[in-house]
């Protein structure tokens, strides 16, 4: 047999062992998420369940592997050799993908990403070779993937709707204040949880495994559901009841500990097809191939054939890939970025949101806030106060406060497990990924975490994980789709080059990620400090550093105006911007620092709102002289004429004067100089009332284009706009340094 088959054999098993790691990074949101938001344990205990549930899962795996040899297509349709690139595709498109979303924290579908990654690939393949005559449905089984789509279209709606209603219930019943009631009924609570999360285990992470007795599984098959769930469900009330009083301990905490280790177990049980199931097809393939070479065969006539039998996966394979996962898990940057994506979309406080605002999330915040007018005017008044009572808030806010509370985890989990299990049953295609996000958002919905202040940015980044769900399939197909057909076009040498391609977009996709995390990391570091007493000695730091930024920015921008330069007009555009985002960044950190002032450091508090709006105002000013500048160099504008050069320059000249006192007056608390500062500030404003004049004039004359004219302007503008908010700034740090 050719050595470029033991290549790509190779080759598959390294990107299967990638796949795991990114295929980890992006499900463990699915099991996370609800322990984790709601701290239900300390983050090493929840791992180590997780951990354990992921090693039990990957043993007793359902034995799907088959899904990846012939879910999609007919394997008996295609030769050998073509069966290898095809999965060869299949496992570069995957990893890339799936390292993509990661990178940017969204959660996606490895089951959908998988079918259409095979769907693509298979098109490409079953065109690249088919006789002339043929149809394409000879090779390609296009009706499960419809399927599966249908399935999960339909799963999003439902999931979404049935979180929703059972959290509402579940809290009106409870409220936040919910302790004392637990007491009673906690136990019964608890029980159905259990019940429904120990079935979910069951008939979805255990029945279908290879290692489960085939005794157990008809005894399981042959009994009633409904006195399982009985027997289960009395157990299970039994002993929590028995737990709560004896013991005295917390049992929703043991209830989203279950459920975290019943998801994760399901997930390594049924999901590992998505990872490994490739590789675990290309060796079945190989090991044909090279039998038959062994009997003399020809292998350019071999038929995939003997894929399309169930397949029994050695357990040392899937061992191997559950302790990947389980390391992965514990390690994995990208994984925490991930769950930090929907615990931030489901957290029940206000803040830095990660998602901005659209029409359509402005559109349907409107529509609610008209229907709770509707709801308002019909409802009973004493209806309405006692549902507020049950949803009013915890006010007095704790520092380390989860995100969301008990009672909201066990909701996410017992439904999603039920809802999991119920599709498992009616042998209904389904992706875990959507079930779990949908079912959180749901919940969070009902819970008011979506209050007015932030039900905007929430669902535009619930929209936006959506819409990353269904994009992933089309780019999934046409990636696939593509590589393919260079694969199936270019023989060995494409193989070689896709390979370096594909271990390249890996390696700077971590750089990249690399990056963004350490800039986080820096700005969460700046807000932590900003929560001490000493605010001002913080800020005045941080408006030293702003203020010498932003001078620069500002004279590096005339200068590259001036010589139109574009890739320096480019750079300072983007600085602007960056310190634009962090000043209005700060300003939403407002709240959360004032809350923890004691009351005789008010003074502080005032200072630190002032500062944050002055600085805002700074930056918004700098990035509206950035912007157009950038923007009529980059469309090849006429530039500025002779006299507007001259004028700027001046300008520039002025401003780079006054900053430098402003800077050193900040560096050295020694505001003495103030008073002729801010005398040279009002020549320099009637220098500005002058220039606009000789502008005024040169249009009237036609002696400059209209875009030149308007932008010279805008600069005027804006640069007295960024002198007078300096002004307020420096005063004010002047007045908070004169008390201290």
Request: charged share 20%; aromatic share 10%.
């Amino acid at each position: 047999m050719d050595n470029i088959y033991l290549v790509i054999l190779i080759i598959l098993m390294a990107l299967a062992v990638s796949d795991l790691v990114v295929g980890v990074s992006n499900d463990a949101v699915n099991f996370l998420n609800s322990a984790l938001g709601s701290k239900a344990a300390p983050r090493w205990l929840i791992m180590v369940v997780a951990s354990a549930g992921i090693l039990l899962g990957s043993i007793f795996s359902s034995g799907m592997m088959e899904v990846a040899r012939s879910g999609v297509f007919y394997p008996s349709q295609f030769h050998f050799h073509d069966m290898m690139l095809l999965f060869l595709a299949v496992m570069f498109t995957d990893v890339i993908l799936l390292d993509m979303f990661n990178t940017f924290g969204l959660p996606t579908s490895t089951t959908v990403s998988l079918v259409f990654e095979l769907l693509g690939a298979g098109v490409a393949v079953a065109l690249y070779t088919m006789p002339a005559g043929e149809h394409i449905s000879t090779y390609i089984n296009a009706g499960k993937a419809m399927g599966i789509i249908s399935g999960i279209l339909s799963s999003v709606v439902i999931a979404f709707v049935t979180g929703t209603v059972v959290m509402f219930v579940t809290r009106a019943i409870f409220s936040f204040r919910y302790q004392r009631s637990f007491k009673y009924v906690g136990a019964f609570w608890c029980g159905i949880a259990l019940t429904a999360i120990s079935y979910f285990a069951i008939f979805k992470g255990l029945k279908g495994s290879t290692i489960m007795s085939a005794e157990l599984v008809d005894f399981l098959n042959n009994s009633s559901t409904i006195f399982l769930l009985s027997v289960s469900f009395v157990f299970w009330t039994l002993t929590m009841g028995f737990i709560q009083w004896v013991f005295k301990f917390n049992i929703l905490r043991l209830t989203v500990l279950a459920g975290t280790m019943s998801l994760a177990l399901a997930f390594a049980g049924n999901d590992l097809v998505n990872f490994i199931g490739v590789f675990m097809a290309g060796k079945s393939t190989y090991d044909a191939g090279a039998e038959l070479v062994a009997q003399g065969g020809d292998l350019s006539t071999l038929k995939m054939t003997a894929l399309e039998g169930k397949v029994t996966v050695d357990w040392i394979y899937l061992f191997a890939a559950g302790l990947i996962m389980t390391i992965t898990l514990w390690f994995s940057k990208k994984a925490q970025r991930v769950t930090e994506t929907e615990i931030s979309l489901a957290r029940q406080d206000s803040g830095v949101e990660r998602f901005g605002s659209t029409a359509l999330s402005r559109a349907l915040v409107r529509s609610a806030v008209n229907f709770n007018k509707k709801y308002e005017r019909y409802t009973p008044t004493a209806v309405q106060r006692y549902i507020e009572r049950r949803f009013r808030p915890i006010e007095e806010l704790d520092v380390n406060q989860a995100p969301f509370d008990l009672i909201r985890a066990t909701v996410n989990l017992t439904c999603a497990s039920i809802l999991i299990a119920m599709a498992t049953s009616l042998k209904l295609p389904l992706s875990t990924t959507y079930v779990t996000f949908m079912v959180a958002m749901g919940s969070s919905l009902a819970d008011r975490a979506w209050g007015r202040e932030s039900a905007v940015y929430r669902i535009t980044g619930v929209l936006t994980v959506i819409s990353g769900w269904f994009l992933t399939a089309f780019i999934a197909f046409t990636v696939a789709f593509i590589v393919a057909m260079i694969l199936m076009a270019g023989g060995e040498i494409a193989i070689y080059v896709m390979a370096a391609i594909c271990a390249y977009l890996l390696i700077q996709s971590k750089i990249l990620f690399s990056r963004r995390r350490k800039k986080e990391a820096q700005q969460d570091d700046e807000y932590e400090e900003l929560t001490g007493i000493d605010i001002v000695k913080r800020s005045q730091e941080e408006i030293t550093t702003s203020m010498e930024k932003m001078t620069d920015i500002y004279s590096q921008t005339i200068t590259g105006l001036l010589m139109e330069d574009r890739k320096l007009l480019k750079d300072m555009m983007r600085q602007a911007d960056e310190m634009y985002e962090k000043a209005h960044e700060r300003k939403h950190k407002i709240m959360p620092v004032l809350r923890q002032l004691e009351e005789h450091n008010i003074s502080q508090g005032h200072y630190f709102v002032q500062v944050a709006d002055y600085l805002n105002e700074v930056a918004k000013a700098l990035v509206h002289i950035t912007r157009p500048s950038y923007a009529h160099i980059d469309n090849n504008h006429q530039g500025l004429s002779i006299e507007q050069a001259d004028d700027l320059r001046r300008i520039n000249l002025a401003v780079s004067h006054i900053y430098e006192r402003f800077n050193n007056m900040l560096k050295t608390d020694n505001y003495t100089d103030l008073g002729q500062t801010l005398e040279k500030r009002d020549k320099l404003f009637e220098l500005l009332a002058d220039v606009t004049t000789n502008q005024v004039k040169r249009v009237i004359d036609n002696d400059s284009s209209a875009r030149s004219s308007m932008l010279f302007l805008n600069i005027i503008t804006e640069t007295k706009t960024m002198l007078l908010q300096s002004r307020n700034l420096i005063k004010s740090q002047k007045h908070f340094i004169e008390q201290q």
